[in-house]
């Protein structure tokens, strides 16, 4: 049973990326799910979170109407569309569950020039 995350990289500032979470050995459908992140030196704060039938969403005040969290229940499978994208966003980020299982490994996500 665990999350995969996938999808990270080095982009220029103003760039774009696009996440994925898988899981296995359990459905994603069943739950709420968020992305989180973690820049060196920090704590890990909430970046996005997601309804199960993915009707409502929320977002970090600093990824407001850059970041866009959505899931395709059918893949077992949530995203985190990144657009212009900033350094401060530099940072290793992940999915879980809520309530919140094992940890993943995380996809570093680089901005940088």
């Known amino acids: 049973v665990q999350l995969v995350e996938s999808g990270g990289g080095l982009v220029q500032p103003g760039g774009s990326l696009r996440l994925s979470c898988t899981a296995s050995g359990f459905i994603l459908r069943n739950y709420y799910m968020r992305w989180y992140r973690q820049a060196p030196g920090k704590e890990r704060e909430l970046v996005a979170h997601i309804s199960s039938a993915g009707g409502i969403t929320n977002y970090a005040d600093s990824v407001k109407g850059r970041f866009t969290i959505s899931r395709d229940n059918a893949k077992n499978t949530v995203y985190l569309q990144m657009n212009s994208l900033k350094p401060e966003d530099t940072a290793v980020y992940y999915c879980?569950?809520?309530?919140?299982?094992?940890w993943g490994q995380g996809t570093q996500v680089t901005v940088s020039s």
């Open positions: 879980n569950t809520l309530p919140p299982r094992d």
